[in-house]
């Protein structure tokens, strides 16, 4: 496991570390960087359910996106916690946008609730179509969920998602700071040692 991109694919623009591993034929990346930059099948937003583009990852797709994403998601009108709609991605390089509602801290059964908005966000990608998503650290922002259980619990899906055969080729968490990232890289060695 060695701090690079995966050999042999176009990686996405790195603005900080990465780190790669392969299980099965699926290439998992962990990657410090704005997601909205990135240049891939899908990127998922951190969203609300009501689907209104704050702040945070939200509010950085919001900008660099365009109106047209939230016009889109207020078609949709809204989406309970735990799963996940697609919306088209304006003038993102990425060419979808997954809104996947996480729990907030303190709602209850919050584990859960994550797991279910990891496991409908890969799921809705790859009955889509697509090769390539990238997931922000989900409700770890405004929602106030613990960056280490978030790690864990986003890492967990990640994985069993994988091993029980997908045809998605790129799944890439990108973890805005040092912080997130060093999380996310303590927590993916503690589970692949």
């Not at 991109?5 to 790669?20: F, I, N, W």
């Not at 609300?48 to 950085?60: R, S």
């Not at 059964?109 to 990238?134: F, Y």
């Not at 922002?141 to 899906?157: K, Q, S, V």
């Amino acid at each position: 496991m060695g701090d690079s991109a995966v050999k042999g694919k176009e990686a996405p623009p790195v603005s900080g570390r990465s780190l790669s591993i392969k299980m099965r034929e699926t290439d998992l990346q962990l990657l410090e960087g704005d997601i909205s930059d990135l240049q891939v099948d899908v990127i998922v937003n951190a969203a609300n359910e009501k689907l209104q583009l704050g702040a945070g990852v939200a509010g950085a797709i919001a900008k660099k996106g365009g109106p047209s994403i939230q016009e889109e998601c207020n078609r949709i009108g809204g989406t309970p916690v735990g799963t996940a709609v697609m919306t088209a991605a304006g003038n993102l390089k990425a060419k979808h946008v997954i809104h996947a509602v996480g729990p907030r801290k303190g709602e209850g059964e919050e584990d859960r609730k994550l797991a279910s908005a990891v496991r409908a966000s890969l799921a809705l990608a790859e009955r889509q179509g697509m090769r390539s998503i990238a997931l922000p650290a989900i409700s770890a922002g405004n929602f106030g969920f613990p960056m280490d259980r978030c790690a864990r619990i986003m890492l967990t899906e990640i994985q069993r998602y994988i091993q029980g055969g997908t045809k998605l080729e790129q799944v890439t968490v990108c973890l805005y700071g040092d912080e997130a990232f060093d999380t996310f890289k303590r927590e993916l060695r503690r589970g692949f040692r």
